[in-house]
């Protein structure tokens, strides 16, 4: 198992960043494909990002692509998500999430369903 616990949050204006982290604790971190997750009020939670176990490959939602950066630390048991020229539809609660059986590679690992681990969130806020 692994707990997972997110950090970062805030209120930014449009254009700007924030670093949001995801501390796990547990066994084995780097047996899980680590998922970011976000969910607007009064929508369902999308899917924003994944990363490999090794962290060598990538995968992200086309509203984010070339804006947020995800990267994770197998030592310090940490994946961030870096987000960038922030907008204000970006404005959401952020959920980490891990799973060792998704594979991106063939499909899997872009629904909230396919994680068995998630964290309790963080609110991000880009005011306009």
């Known amino acids: 198992q692994v707990q997972l616990g997110e950090s970062g949050g805030g209120l930014v204006q449009a254009g700007g960043s924030l670093r949001l982290s995801c501390a796990a604790s547990g066994h084995s971190f780097s047996d899980y494909y680590m998922g970011w997750f976000r969910q607007a009020p009064g929508k369902e939670r999308e899917f924003v990002s994944v990363?490999?176990?090794?962290?060598?490959?990538?995968w992200y939602a086309d509203s984010v692509k070339d804006r947020f950066t995800v990267y994770r630390d197998n030592v310090e048991k940490r994946v961030h998500l870096e987000m960038k020229n922030l907008r204000p539809e970006d404005t959401a609660v952020y959920y980490c999430?891990?799973?060792?059986?998704?594979?991106?590679?063939?499909?899997?690992?872009?629904?909230?369903?396919?994680?068995?681990?998630w964290g309790q969130g963080t609110q991000v806020t880009v005011s306009s």
């Open positions: 990363i490999s176990r090794s962290g060598g490959n990538t």
């Open positions: 999430a891990a799973d060792g059986q998704v594979n991106p590679f063939r499909g899997t690992g872009y629904r909230e369903r396919e994680y068995a681990y």
